[in-house]
Nanobody, 127 residues
Framework: QVQLIESGGALVQAGDSLRLSCAAS????????MGWFRQAPGKEREFVAA??????????SYADSVKGRFTISRDNAKNTVYLQMNSLKPEDTAAYYC??????????????????WGQGTQVTVSS
């Protein structure tokens, strides 16, 4: 079973950049599709980005709201997935969660697909 620990959240100003990391334990990390989700107070958890496992070509997808600003990547040698966030906006403020699944799907943008979640890391963007 893979366990996930996020890090890198911080208080930043609008326009700044931040990189989140999600470290995974477990020997089968490369097989997992990994996603980043976020949840602002009073709102539902929403999809941010996903990257599939090695067996499905490391395909990447993004929410429209972060396309062109955020980049998801993974380093299987380090059992880590990253979320590089550039040009941050106040509306990016949320708790960010990484999630993993061994399931293969046509889409990776919904929470029910993922069965492993990290504890979250807070990103706050001031205007």
């Amino acid at each position: 079973q893979v366990q996930l620990i996020e890090s890198g959240g911080a208080l930043v100003q609008a326009g700044d950049s931040l990189r989140l990391s999600c470290a995974a334990s477990g020997r089968t990390f490369s097989n997992y599709a990994m996603g980043w989700f976020r949840q602002a107070p009073g709102k539902e958890r929403e999809f941010v980005a996903a990257i599939t496992g090695s067996g499905t070509g490391n395909r990447i997808s993004y929410a429209d709201s972060v396309k062109g600003r955020f980049t998801i990547s993974r380093d299987n040698a380090k059992n880590t997935v990253y979320l590089q966030m550039n040009s941050l906006k106040p509306e990016d403020t949320a708790a960010y969660y990484c999630a993993g699944t061994e399931l293969v799907s046509t889409a990776y943008d919904y929470t029910d697909l993922y069965d492993i979640w990290g504890q979250g890391t807070q990103v706050t963007v001031s205007s």
